[in-house]
């Protein structure tokens, strides 16, 4: 014989129940509205909201899981596409080919992409500190390393990956920058 729960403790079941589902989404309510109110400050708003939620993180972020967000997102960026910078230089050497032109601005932006992930690496340890104090400029200094190596490629086309490549990564500082402001605005 199956013993069913008496009508005060199924009663008392539902009622916790509710009020964890409320809670989750009350919690989520939060975080979309953060990213919502991050992303409103950026100069494309469907970007940093795509990014930003390619962390399965972010439905329950707070500023603080955001910021390591964010950081996280541009890093693996910049990582990425210094990977790609490499194995294009590789790709020259191996070839054996005479485009020495294109060697040299490659290596520009080797040299910029490693600027960017050596920042993206102290905004990290930034956050670790809890302090904050840098994550804004050491997202600027990452940005810059993807503009620098945008001018190497200055009256040519770059090769289309590493053109989105700049582009994104410039976009992600920018949220960084965004992000930043949350722990400096009182």
Known sequence: ?????????????????????????HASDAATALVDKVCKQTSSYPFCVRSLY????????DEYTLAYISVGVAYNNATSTQHYISDQLRSIKVNGSSHHDQQQRLQM???GYQRAVSALTMAHNDLDSETFFELARLAAKASSGANDCKAAFKGIPS???LARGNQDLVHLCEICGVVAKLFTVM
């Open 54 to 61: 390619s962390d399965s993180r972010t439905p329950e972020a």
């Open 109 to 111: 932006c080797g040299r």
């Open 1 to 25: 014989m199956v013993s069913r729960p008496s009508p005060p403790r199924l009663l008392h079941s539902i009622s916790l129940l509710l009020l964890l589902l409320l809670s989750i989404f």
């Open 159 to 161: 090769p289309t990956s």
